[in-house]
């Protein structure tokens, strides 16, 4: 079986961190899990999962294992999390080297952070949910630094045009920020598709983030590459991983 190939962030000119997302290739589960799938909850083989999560540390050479988390769709952020998957949380913050930040998704976004000292590091879990409800700005009020100084990677999520909502979904959004109007194009079916990547980087930038970089992946279109939860309901998940080395 080949190595683990892995999507790296593209923020420039980092030594220090290693950040990077996970595709669904180069795995050990199979049917509609196939083939790295890393979340347990969903349904997989946890024999096969614990393969994919020791093929991963190995394959990556990550310092020390992921600190996976419980998600659900919420705001909970810990910070300097533990080695105990049921720490329910969609966010978490490290300052400490060798601390492996970890979110998973199958069409969320999964949004990566760190700053121009590189001295901290994050992950957010960020479905259209969590990021209504504020899981971005209780991350970075969380952050013991100046926004001014955190860089932003969004990994692999779904893209504007596969993303369907109803009405409900964009008028969330317009009454959290009349910007994000520009987030939702109506379609045919007298309903709208939305834009994660803009409504994320609009959220970053009305807290001081400007050094915002990634966005160009869509799971639901590149079944070869991605799981989807939309695509095919029951679905393995990437993972998008960041640490100080």
């Known amino acids: 079986m080949s190595k683990i190939e892995i999507i790296p962030a593209s923020w420039p000119g980092l030594d220090k961190v290693i950040a990077f997302s996970t595709t669904r290739l180069s795995g050990y589960s199979e049917f509609g899990f196939g083939q790295l ?9 946890s024999s096969s999962v614990d393969k994919n999560r020791k093929k991963l540390k190995c394959d990556l050479n990550l310092p020390n294992e992921p600190l ?19 720490q329910e949380g969609d966010a978490s913050i490290s ?3 060798k601390t492996v930040c970890v979110v998973m998704t199958a069409d969320c976004l999964p949004i990566l952070l760190t700053n121009s000292n590189q001295t901290m590091v994050a992950a957010i879990h960020a479905g259209w949910r969590g990021m209504a409800d ?8 969380s952050i ?9 990677w969004m990994g692999p999520a779904i893209s504007q045009s596969a993303f369907e909502v109803g009405n409900e979904v964009r008028e969330i ?38 050094n915002i970089y990634g966005g160009e992946y ?10 989807s939860y939309r695509r095919e309901n029951k679905c393995g998940r990437m993972a998008s991983i960041i640490y100080i080395k």
């Open 37 to 45: 799938n890393l979340a347990k909850h969903v349904g997989d083989l």
């Open 68 to 86: 996976w988390l419980n998600q659900i769709h919420g705001t909970n952020v810990i910070i300097e999390p533990k080695q105990d998957e049921t």
């Open 95 to 97: 300052y400490n080297r």
């Open 134 to 141: 504020g899981v971005i700005e209780k991350t970075i009020s």
């Open 144 to 152: 013991n630094c100046n926004s001014g100084e955190i860089m932003a």
């Open 173 to 210: 959004f317009i009454n959290i920020d009349k910007k994000n109007k520009g987030c939702f194009q109506s379609n045919k079916n007298k309903r709208w598709q939305a834009d994660i990547y803009s409504l994320a980087r609009i959220k970053l930038n009305s807290l001081g983030i400007k």
């Open 218 to 227: 869509c799971t639901m279109g590149d079944a070869d590459l991605f799981f």
